[in-house]
């Protein structure tokens, strides 16, 4: 379901909030370009689980409703298809401002649960740990975590990828590992100096 968005309150003073999304935002956003058209909602496989649409999240982003933006569960609904991304008529980066709406909330703690933000951490850990994602370990950590009851339901998804070799018991480390963490390690040091 997705919530219907009054933009009246803060109309008044636009573009503060839509800046520093701007700025978050790796590379170029394009953002500032939006025609509010809903191509992206249109095109989205998870609108139906997001609070708010791409399209009304960024007229949000425009009215300068911060918390509001940062509270929303859609980036973290977002599965990083590219399929709006390719479909907006203006190209905004939509995959991209979602990243950075993901990182904006978790800075500010205003994300809408932990499930997301969790779920990104693990993640990380695998990657600065051995190169690559651990998609066992990364399943099992979040369901334990956060959805105990769904594990029984997952077993036999999870044999069956383990019997055809689709998925590793253990995580593998990456040759050059070092390289990347010194890169992880500087990429952290310049948005800390950002
Ligand atoms: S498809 Fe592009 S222009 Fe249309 S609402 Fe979405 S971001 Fe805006
Ligand atoms: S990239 Fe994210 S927001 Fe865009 S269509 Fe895919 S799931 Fe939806």
Not at 120 to 140: C, K, M, P, W
Not at 149 to 176: F, W
Request: aromatic fraction near 8%.
């Amino acid at each position: 379901m997705t919530a219907s968005v009054s933009l009246s309150k803060k109309a008044s003073a636009p573009g503060w909030f839509l800046d520093e999304v701007i700025r978050a935002t790796p590379g170029i956003s394009r953002l500032e370009m939006c025609i509010q058209c809903g191509t992206c909602g249109g095109s989205c496989p998870s609108a139906g689980d997001m609070d708010h649409t791409p399209r009304q999240l960024f007229a949000m982003i425009r009215a300068d409703m911060r918390d509001a933006v940062l509270r929303s569960n859609t980036p973290w609904h977002c599965v990083s298809c590219y399929y709006c991304t390719v479909r907006c008529p203006q190209e905004v980066h939509i995959t991209d401002v979602m990243y950075a709406l993901k990182s904006m909330a978790i800075q500010a703690k205003l994300y809408h649960d932990a499930v997301g933000p969790d779920f990104s951490q693990t993640f990380i850990d695998y990657v600065e740990n051995y190169g690559r994602s651990f998609e066992f370990g990364l399943a099992t950590r979040h369901n334990l975590r956060h959805h105990p009851l769904n594990i029984p339901s997952m077993i036999p998804m999870g044999l069956g990828m383990l019997t055809r070799g689709r998925m590793d018991l253990t995580p593998q480390r990456i040759e050059g590992l070092e390289q990347l963490q010194a890169i992880l390690a500087r990429a952290k040091q310049l948005e800390e100096s950002a």
